[in-house]
């Protein structure tokens, strides 16, 4: 069961959410609050996995539980509904390309759409449900999503997609914000001139009379003959690349106009009011490939490795400690018990002369056993490589879960997490056994 956390005390939006609380009840808990310092407790010692936030409330101070979360990466998990008035508010906040915030919608859009934006939350869970407990990630994902031309799809899907390859520390922050505006500017190209035809010319007289694009693209997609039209987003995440292919169901375009480097352009740049999305996208990823009929784009980063996007704020004024290769962290049976959380780099770990297990930034921590039982360590931990750790003596830690209740939470929910894997691994193994005995 998750839990909403609805920050509002506007009728229009709790009436809204509370039925549609109501129609998932199987699968959501709402919870009800608008004054800021109660809000900032409630997400401090509860960890809601999805929270609404909605700055039409004037009895809440939305920009406050904003940084508060963003202040705190253990905080960034599930995502945010921002609701707003007009749509100049709902502009200015989705060009704060906010990793938390799954999508911006007027009060309109949020009454028309909240549950079918739940059905997709729903749907895509194991995306936007994490709480940085990577250590069960595996080296290779790959997948596929498939939607029809929808706007709110676009912004959904692109937002949650970049959040999560930040928070699981796939994507550094400046590439996060690139790899945003590149998926943005794609999809739209996908919806808008791929799916619905919509051509420079058209588009350029649309905006001029009616100032905005959203109802010519509403137009389009109600007609017969591209109603049943997709874009579909395939993705493969590894250790090296990120790779993204983004597919419509168009007619495709000469994609070579708009790709090779053409000199007279490169002098006078394009300030049309749109029509740039490709040269942005190459601008900030750097090469997209094209198909032949020019239906189908892909584009591939470089994944960020061995390194954590999630240092907690309280925990950067402890001090930084680096290792080179081989150099030893300490060693089974020392008396020490301090806590090291990981920032960077490989550690291996040995228990008498075995090596058991590697440990990356997404483990979080090393050394919590002998921290948390208050023994000698149980095995020895070598840096792999150049590595740095934030080292934490063991009373400070207890000092900041005083003042940061939900980091021993989190601490005790991630240790939780990997006694699962742990488990199950043994159980799946025992299986395995018992059929090969057979």
Known sequence: MKKILTISSNPEVLETVKNAVFTFSKYFDGEYLWETTQIITYINYELPELKILDYTSEDTDCETILATINADPWLHYGGIIAVCATKGKKRTLEELQDSNILCVLTIEEFKEN?????????????????????????????????????????????????????????????????????????LNNALEHGNLEISFEEKTN???????????????????????????????????????????????????????????????????????GIQLSKGVIGKLTYNEKGNEVTLRIKSQKDASNNIPVAMRSFETVTFKDKDVIFRENEKSNDLYFIV????????????????????????????????????????????????IPKIDFLDMIKKNPHY?????????????????????????????KK
Not at 367 to 373: D, R, S, W
Not at 408 to 435: A, C, D, P, V, W
Request: with cysteine; glycine share 6%.
């Open 114 to 186: 909240l549950e079918r934006l739940l059905k997709l939350i729903l749907a895509n869970q194991q995306f936007i449900f994490h709480r940085g407990l990577q250590n069960d990630i595996g080296n290779e994902e790959s997948g596929s999503f498939s939607f029809h031309n929808d706007l709110l799809d676009i912004h959904f899907y692109s937002s949650f997609l970049v959040a999560y390859l930040y928070n699981t520390s796939r994507i550094s922050a400046q590439n996060r914000f690139n790899l945003q505006m590149a998926l943005s500017e794609l």
């Open 206 to 276: 649309w905006m001029m009379e009616n100032g905005e694009i959203v109802s010519l693209i509403r137009k389009k997609a109600a007609e017969e003959r591209f109603k049943d039209r997709k874009i579909k987003i395939q993705y493969t995440l590894n250790d090296n690349y990120c790779t993204f292919t983004i597919t419509d169901d168009g007619n495709g375009f000469d994609w070579r106009k708009y790709t090779e480097k053409n000199d007279e352009l490169d002098e006078e740049p394009n300030t049309e009011l749109h029509g740039r």
């Open 344 to 391: 960077s780099g490989k550690y291996a770990v040995y228990s008498g002369r075995k090596l058991v297990s590697i440990l990356t930034p997404n483990d979080m921590f090393i050394g919590e056993m002998a921290f948390l039982l208050n023994d000698r360590r149980s095995a020895t931990v070598l840096a792999s490589g150049n590595c740095r750790l934030i080292k």
């Open 408 to 436: 021993g939470i989190f601490l005790s929910k991630m240790l939780s997490q990997r006694l699962y894997n742990q488990t199950h691994q043994t159980i799946t193994l025992k299986k395995q056994l018992m059929e090969l």
